[in-house]
Protein backbone atom coordinates (compact mmCIF):
# COMPACT_ATOMS: atom_id res chain seq x y z
CA UNK A 1 0.00 0.00 0.00
CA UNK A 2 1.56 3.24 -0.85
CA UNK A 3 1.96 6.21 1.38
CA UNK A 4 -0.41 8.53 -0.37
CA UNK A 5 -3.32 5.43 -0.21
CA UNK A 6 -2.51 4.84 3.49
CA UNK A 7 -3.04 8.90 4.23
CA UNK A 8 -6.16 8.94 1.98
CA UNK A 9 -7.57 5.52 4.06
CA UNK A 10 -6.76 7.05 7.50
CA UNK A 11 -8.44 10.88 5.80
CA UNK A 12 -11.44 8.84 5.58
CA UNK A 13 -11.62 6.74 8.52
CA UNK A 14 -11.24 10.18 10.42
CA UNK A 15 -13.83 11.73 9.41
CA UNK A 16 -16.39 9.00 9.86
CA UNK A 17 -15.56 8.80 13.57
CA UNK A 18 -18.64 9.66 15.31
CA UNK A 19 -18.22 12.47 17.26
CA UNK A 20 -16.89 12.67 20.92
CA UNK A 21 -18.82 13.39 23.97
CA UNK A 22 -15.64 13.04 25.90
CA UNK A 23 -14.04 16.17 23.96
CA UNK A 24 -14.79 19.51 24.84
CA UNK A 25 -15.22 22.14 22.22
CA UNK A 26 -16.61 26.21 22.76
CA UNK A 27 -19.15 27.04 20.17
CA UNK A 28 -20.93 30.73 19.55
CA UNK A 29 -24.97 30.29 20.83
CA UNK A 30 -27.21 32.76 19.25
CA UNK A 31 -30.23 33.38 21.04
CA UNK A 32 -32.85 35.08 19.09
CA UNK A 33 -35.60 37.31 19.92
CA UNK A 34 -38.47 34.46 19.49
CA UNK A 35 -36.51 32.19 22.06
CA UNK A 36 -34.82 29.63 19.95
CA UNK A 37 -30.99 29.82 19.80
CA UNK A 38 -28.32 27.67 17.66
CA UNK A 39 -25.23 26.99 17.60
CA UNK A 40 -22.35 27.94 15.62
CA UNK A 41 -18.53 28.43 15.10
CA UNK A 42 -16.78 25.59 16.98
CA UNK A 43 -13.34 26.57 18.15
CA UNK A 44 -11.16 24.64 20.09
CA UNK A 45 -10.60 27.12 22.81
CA UNK A 46 -12.80 29.92 24.64
CA UNK A 47 -10.61 32.38 23.16
CA UNK A 48 -10.81 31.59 19.42
CA UNK A 49 -14.61 31.22 20.50
CA UNK A 50 -14.60 34.60 21.53
CA UNK A 51 -13.08 36.10 18.28
CA UNK A 52 -15.83 33.96 16.53
CA UNK A 53 -18.28 35.79 18.47
CA UNK A 54 -16.72 39.34 17.73
CA UNK A 55 -17.00 38.60 14.35
CA UNK A 56 -20.28 37.18 13.90
CA UNK A 57 -21.56 40.27 16.01
CA UNK A 58 -19.74 42.77 13.66
CA UNK A 59 -21.41 41.06 10.88
CA UNK A 60 -24.71 40.90 12.29
CA UNK A 61 -24.58 45.14 14.08
CA UNK A 62 -26.04 46.72 11.12
CA UNK A 63 -29.47 44.43 11.30
CA UNK A 64 -32.83 45.26 12.34
CA UNK A 65 -32.61 42.30 14.33
CA UNK A 66 -29.67 40.76 16.63
CA UNK A 67 -28.73 37.71 18.10
CA UNK A 68 -27.48 37.53 21.67
CA UNK A 69 -24.39 36.21 21.44
CA UNK A 70 -22.48 33.99 24.13
CA UNK A 71 -19.63 31.68 24.13
CA UNK A 72 -20.58 28.10 25.21
CA UNK A 73 -18.91 24.82 26.55
CA UNK A 74 -20.48 21.75 25.03
CA UNK A 75 -19.26 18.20 24.23
CA UNK A 76 -18.84 17.70 19.86
CA UNK A 77 -21.67 15.03 20.09
CA UNK A 78 -23.88 18.11 21.42
CA UNK A 79 -22.49 20.51 18.66
CA UNK A 80 -22.91 17.60 15.97
CA UNK A 81 -26.69 17.04 17.07
CA UNK A 82 -27.57 21.15 17.47
CA UNK A 83 -25.73 21.24 13.71
CA UNK A 84 -28.81 19.16 12.55
CA UNK A 85 -31.49 21.04 14.67
CA UNK A 86 -31.98 24.42 13.58
CA UNK A 87 -33.98 26.69 16.24
CA UNK A 88 -33.56 24.77 19.18
CA UNK A 89 -36.40 25.57 22.00
CA UNK A 90 -34.97 23.58 24.99
CA UNK A 91 -34.19 24.95 27.98
CA UNK A 92 -31.33 22.51 28.85
CA UNK A 93 -29.09 23.24 25.99
CA UNK A 94 -25.37 24.83 27.31
CA UNK A 95 -25.58 28.32 28.22
CA UNK A 96 -22.88 30.84 29.43
CA UNK A 97 -22.08 34.69 29.91
CA UNK A 98 -23.32 36.96 27.30
CA UNK A 99 -21.12 38.68 24.60
CA UNK A 100 -23.46 41.02 23.62
CA UNK A 101 -26.42 42.17 25.38
CA UNK A 102 -28.75 43.77 23.05
CA UNK A 103 -30.76 41.11 20.86
CA UNK A 104 -33.32 43.42 19.10
CA UNK A 105 -32.88 47.31 18.54
CA UNK A 106 -36.14 49.18 18.84
Request: proline residues 6%; aromatic residues 6%; hydrophobic residues 45%.
Amino acid sequence: MSVMLRLAHRAILRRRRPPSSAVTVYAVRMDWADRTHQFVDRRSSPELALLAAARLRAYWRRSPVRPTLSVAALSEHEFALHRRRRDCRSPDCAVAASVESRSVVA
